[in-house]
């Protein structure tokens, strides 16, 4: 078994893998960045792509399959989960934090912390799953910032299925016409920050930044959440040494084939051989 803890030059270590879970792929934006910030890592990654997505569920569904999801991970002897899915992080927190004992990391409120501190002119605009909107989530995180922030938001389904079938390009055609019926009032609002809620949308950063206009600041939740990753555990003292070299291990629940191929879309750089295929059920 992997030991827990460690002591390199008198500094306390843990290199245990950080657990990170998803609904589909949209998580591997989170993975790639913290990869980076974090390169002595091990991740253990867990893509529900048997049932993405989770954004068009009932809280009751999406509450299981969070609690399946962190089950899941848990038994790799993980020493913190990144709930890399704004909809389970809008519907789920609570009951993960009730749960587990161990840090868990949520994906809104550092992107929310990113937006109110890139505005100019306090006009936010937020994307996500039709569940991530309902929730209100995001509208709470931001007037808790500061209450003079006006937050606009607009669910934008179709773009979960777009990521995940690779039709991001900024030139598609059908990405194009999407994105522009979802975000012609966050436009038109006046806005100059938009919160990309969602993991899966920074795959099409290209095609909302050429509906929203060069003016709207662009925040990704993934990239957000890994920084404070990154913090978290090092002032906790449950980092693993640079030098590890960290590995990402992969577990889906379809086809480990078919999200070998998109992975490596998402994720820049292949994942041959770390896949595997597995029952949450």
């Known amino acids: 078994m992997t030991p827990r803890r460690l002591l390199k030059r008198g500094y306390a270590v843990d290199v245990r893998p950080i657990g990170v879970f998803d609904s589909g792929l949209g998580g591997l934006t989170t993975v790639k960045r913290l990869a980076l910030c974090l390169p002595g890592e091990d991740i253990i990654y867990l893509g529900d792509t048997g049932r993405v997505p989770y954004g068009s569920r009932s ?13 899941f991970l848990m038994r790799h002897d993980i020493k913190a989960i990144v709930v890399a899915c704004n909809t389970v992080c809008s519907s789920a927190m609570h009951i993960l934090k009730d ?3 161990i840090p868990l990391f949520e994906v809104i409120s550092a992107p929310a912390q990113a937006a109110a501190q890139a505005t100019k002119n306090g006009k936010i605009g937020v994307i996500g ?5 309902r929730s209100g989530v995001y509208e709470s995180q931001l007037k808790e910032i500061s209450p003079r ?11 979960v299925p777009l990521a995940e079938n690779g039709r991001t390009g900024a030139e ?7 994105a522009e019926d979802y975000l012609a009032g966050l436009r038109e609002s006046g806005i100059d920050t938009l919160i990309m809620g969602c993991t899966h949308y920074p ?29 978290a555990l090092g002032c906790m003292g449950m980092l693993s040494p640079a030098s590890s070299g960290g590995e990402v291990k992969y577990f889906v629940t379809d086809s480990a084939e078919g999200f070998s191929h998109l992975a490596t879309f998402f994720l820049e750089s292949t994942v041959d051989g770390r896949v595997e295929q597995i029952s949450l059920e």
């Open 59 to 71: 809280e009751e569904t999406i509450i299981k399959y969070a609690c399946q999801d962190a089950a």
């Open 99 to 101: 749960r587990y004992e």
């Open 129 to 133: 799953t039709t569940a991530t909107i």
């Open 149 to 159: 922030l006006q937050v606009i938001s607009a669910p934008c389904p179709l773009f």
């Open 172 to 178: 598609d055609i059908a990405a194009l016409a999407i």
């Open 203 to 231: 795959l099409l950063r290209g095609v909302i930044s050429k509906v929203m206009g060069d003016g709207v600041a662009l925040i990704d939740s993934g990239a957000q959440t890994a920084k404070r990753v990154a913090e």
